[in-house]
């Protein structure tokens, strides 16, 4: 019923940037928080990019002053990235934190997905 879409990996060379964007769908009543993790092979999933219901923004360490979190809209978040590198590469996944209509609790939604290979 609620679902997140994402959008935006791909190929890109050391240097550039990309732009990831997240879309939330359904019968939503409220959405909390929305984020961003990554994923590689062999470790945990870790946090990149959050956006909190306040509109405060966190990075990771690795990624600031080069990632940009956006809450464009009320059902979607965006990742600008710039100046990538070959250690981001990974698998990103949009997160968000929703209550459905009806429902008086917030869940745990995950995107898809999206690989982003940054080449040297």
């Known amino acids: 019923q609620v679902q997140l879409v994402e959008s935006g990996g791909g190929l890109v060379q050391a240097g550039g940037s990309l732009r990831l964007s997240c879309a939330a769908s359904?019968?939503?009543?409220?959405?909390?928080?929305m984020a961003w993790y990554r994923q590689v092979p062999g470790k945990q999933r870790e946090a990149v990019a959050v956006f909190t219901l306040g509109g405060n923004t966190n990075y990771a360490d690795s990624v600031k002053g080069r990632f940009t979190i956006s809450r464009d809209n009320v059902k979607t978040v965006s990742l600008l990235m710039n100046r990538l590198q070959p250690e981001d590469t990974a698998v990103y996944y949009c997160?968000?934190?929703?209550?459905?209509?009806?429902?008086?609790?917030?869940?745990?939604?995950w995107g898809q997905g999206t690989q982003v290979t940054v080449s040297s």
């Open positions: 997160y968000a934190a929703i209550t459905a209509s009806g429902i008086n609790y917030p869940r745990d939604y």
């Open positions: 359904g019968s939503i009543f409220r959405i909390n928080t």
